[in-house]
């Protein structure tokens, strides 16, 4: 998978920030993801999504709305209009660049924007909802007592999530004149509304009042127990797989990408480049050769937790040469070896802990490393395959003397 940073105008001139989520190969179907209410493209929900359907082969973009995140404009100048005007730009830049998307994918009030804006585009073949309310104007509920200051005031200021947004009359005015019902009995795509049972912010009937309204083609499926947002990655990938497994039968199969090829020349050999993919405060790619990983913090230090963090890629690395190097040695002495697995672990201790160390103050890195081996193995076949993961390249890299020298690129 691989990722682009994806701008472009709205209906305003403003700039709209926005990710394209990528296939390895070339995409066979592109898609828009409409967040989530006050949300946002970096959304826990919305990431995940785009990473399984990507990983599935279908392109996605996903943008912040305007006034939100990344985006330029001001949220008070916005309503669900807006938002719906701003999908409609998004399917033109995707058309102008690659190629226009077939299948839009909303979540919560974004689900209810997306089936406005399929009327808007001929090119969408299928529509997915999950958690939509049946009528916009359910947002009313979620402003509170903020709700009466901003109709006998004009406009007032809301707290939403921990965040503090500006909403005018002009929102709620807009969301009371959204012909939903109509939206939704004439959509003329295939339509897939998505809910959980025990949702306590938009509840299951709206999914009932959905559904009803539609015509064939359309489906309904639980997501159970997951809540709103889909903080639980497993729901997140459920509703992921799902979406592209019922999406394939509307999709074209592979979309030929306008302008510039997506696929990328392979590195040379030796070569790791690394790069910020401007998804959150950390997420890396990392390209090797033709292979593309990612890298990561936790959610609990601020990252998205779509891959490793800088650790355990160097954990991996020891680990997987640590078995690559047994292996070699068994096949080499014709040693009955079914299997190798490595556990690793790092942490920092106080060198003063540690007997055959040249440190002897103050803390050092320290690596426990346990090797399970698998077979009819002797005590003396074990002990020297022991011995063998000792001798791996990486292990001695990372206990030998490392000269590293950094330089600035030109431009």
């Given at each position: 998978m691989r990722f682009e940073r994806f701008d472009f105008p709205n209906g305003r001139g403003e700039t709209l920030a926005g990710v394209l989520d990528l296939p390895e190969g070339a995409p066979r179907a592109f898609a828009l993801y409409a967040h989530c209410f006050t949300c946002g493209k970096d959304v826990l929900a919305a990431v995940r999504i785009a990473r399984a359907l990507s990983a599935r082969g279908i392109a996605v973009l996903r943008f912040d709305f305007t006034g939100l995140g990344g985006s330029g404009g001001d949220f008070a100048d916005?309503?669900?209009?807006?938002?719906?005007?701003?999908?409609?730009?998004?399917?033109?830049?995707?058309?102008?660049?690659?190629?226009?998307?077939?299948?839009l994918v909303g979540h919560s009030l974004g689900g209810a924007a997306a089936i406005a804006a399929a009327h808007a585009l001929s090119n969408i073949r299928a529509v997915a909802t999950i958690a939509a309310p049946c009528d916009p104007d359910h947002v009313r509920k979620l402003l509170g007592d903020s709700l009466a200051a901003i109709e006998r005031e004009g406009e007032a200021e809301v707290l939403l999530e921990g965040r503090r947004f500006r909403f005018r009359r002009q929102f709620l005015e807009d969301l009371a004149r959204q012909p939903m019902e109509d939206h939704v009995a004439h959509l003329g795509k295939a339509l897939l509304v998505m809910h959980a049972p025990r949702d306590e912010t938009v509840g299951i009937e709206n999914a009932t009042a959905i559904f009803s309204r539609a015509k064939h083609p359309k489906s309904f499926v639980s997501l159970d127990l997951a809540d709103h947002l889909l903080t639980n990655r497993r729901d997140a990938a459920y509703a992921a797989e799902v979406i592209a497994a019922w999406a394939d039968r509307y999709l074209d199969g592979t979309a030929a990408p306008?302008?510039?090829?997506?696929?990328?020349?392979?590195?040379?050999?030796?070569?790791?480049r690394v790069h910020e993919t401007s998804v959150g405060r950390f997420q890396q790619e990392v390209r090797v050769g033709r292979h593309r990983l990612l890298a990561d913090e936790p959610t609990a230090t601020g990252g998205f937790d779509t891959g490793p963090d800088p650790y355990g890629y160097l954990l991996s690395a020891l680990g997987a040469c640590t078995s690559m190097t047994i292996r070699m040695y068994a096949e080499r002495k014709k040693i009955p070896l079914v299997r190798t697995t490595v556990e690793l672990r790092h942490s920092r201790i106080y060198a003063a802990?540690?007997?055959?160390?040249?440190?002897?103050?103050?803390?050092?890195?320290?690596?426990?490393?346990?090797?399970?081996?698998?077979g009819d193995l002797s005590e003396e076949q074990r002990a020297k395959l022991l011995e063998i993961a000792d001798k791996c390249p990486v292990h001695r890299t990372?206990?030998?003397?490392?000269?590293?020298?950094?330089?600035?690129?030109?431009?």
């Open positions: 916005t309503n669900f209009s807006s938002n719906v005007q701003d999908l409609v730009a998004a399917s033109a830049a995707l058309a102008g660049k690659y190629a226009a998307p077939s299948l306008r302008g510039a090829l997506l696929a990328e020349d392979v590195l040379p050999e030796g070569i790791v802990d540690c007997d055959d160390c040249e440190t002897k103050d103050g803390m050092i890195d320290h690596i426990d490393r346990v090797i399970h081996l698998e990372l206990t030998s003397e490392i000269h590293i020298k950094t330089v600035m690129a030109n431009g």
